[in-house]
């Protein structure tokens, strides 16, 4: 029996092994193309002597069928690849999943049962994208009343690192969406305003709004836990939080938009210009005319003086 079961034994261990999923591997060209496309994603990517990488790649293997059944997404790995970059500021191994190009990294344990869990309950993006026209509606900022807490991520089109973070952010919107709100906002185009409301000079920076308070996100830390648990209690150790700045007033916004409008074209400022200067001229020419030509009143006044006499 004994014998039996040591000729079976290499036989069952070959026949779990080529029974589990191998997982394709792309080069970043089949990758950028498949993240442009239309299907959503699922890449690890990994490197090489990396037990981790190892490890985490085998618990795909063990649920690729089933990511692929329940959340309808494509399973590669990417080994070696320059575009971890673009995605996680830990780097490898990463585990992301693109929905139709928005990326979700996978915060947790290496669990298969977690994965799954965490790539099903979150198709569509957590974060919310805020702007100036927008974002006293939704957050209710003033008056820290109806749309509950909100983590806010002040980010700038040439500021590299807040691309990096883009995956990670939508981490922990998925993590504390039933818990507040997990936006963005650009603080040099859509939300310049409110960047300016705010005090925000750089990028990135992150702000809670609770109940009427600013906290502010000092860590240099930028992990998923981190903005967590400053979400979710290490905000309290700020005993002396900042009152939510007023809303700027729209008029002004409308005016200062309109004055820089016309400072960044100069056929504009010229035409203006041009227009001032002949009022100006219109305005001078009558005062000369009229100190000239005396009014009748200014005539009949004189011709009473001169009969007076």
Not at 43 to 51: Q, S, Y
Not at 121 to 132: F, G
Request: aromatic fraction near 8%.
């Amino acid at each position: 029996m004994s014998v039996l079961l040591g000729k079976l034994l290499p036989l069952l261990i070959v026949a779990m092994v080529c029974g589990a999923a191998v997982i394709e591997q792309v080069d970043d060209t089949d990758l950028i193309h498949m993240l442009t496309g239309e299907d959503n994603v699922i890449v690890l990517f990994t490197k090489n002597n990396c037990p981790k990488c190892d490890e985490l790649e085998q618990t795909l293997e063990n649920v690729e069928k089933e990511l692929k059944e329940n959340v309808g997404a494509i399973v590669v790995k990417a080994m070696n690849s320059h575009m971890v970059n673009l995605y996680d500021p830990t780097k490898e191994p990463a585990l992301i999943y693109f929905r139709r190009g928005v990326p979700l990294l996978y915060y947790g344990e290496n669990n298969a049962e977690d994965i799954v869990r965490m790539f099903s309950e979150n198709p569509e993006p957590a974060v919310k994208e805020l702007a100036d026209d927008n974002f006293e509606h939704l957050t209710q900022a003033s008056t820290g009343a109806t749309t509950g807490d909100w983590l806010v991520f002040f980010y700038s089109a040439d500021c590299v690192f807040c691309l990096r973070l883009h995956a990670t952010w939508e981490a922990v919107g998925a993590h504390l969406k039933h818990r507040l709100n997990v936006a963005r906002i650009n603080r040099l185009e859509a939300g310049i305003s409110t960047a300016k409301r705010f005090g925000i000079v750089e990028s990135p920076e992150f702000i809670l709004l609770r109940q009427g308070k600013v906290y502010r996100y000092k860590s240099k830390l930028y992990t998923a836990q981190q903005f967590i648990d400053f979400a979710t209690k290490d905000f309290a150790k700020q005993t002396n939080p900042e009152a939510v700045p007023p809303e700027v007033n729209n008029m002004n916004n409308f005016i200062t938009e309109q004055l820089k409008t016309m400072g960044d074209n100069q056929q504009i400022v010229f035409i203006v210009g041009g227009v001032v200067v002949l009022v100006i001229l219109a305005a001078l020419l009558i005062k000369c005319k009229a100190s000239k030509n005396p009014t009748p009143a200014t005539v009949k006044k004189s011709n009473k003086a001169k009969k007076a006499k």
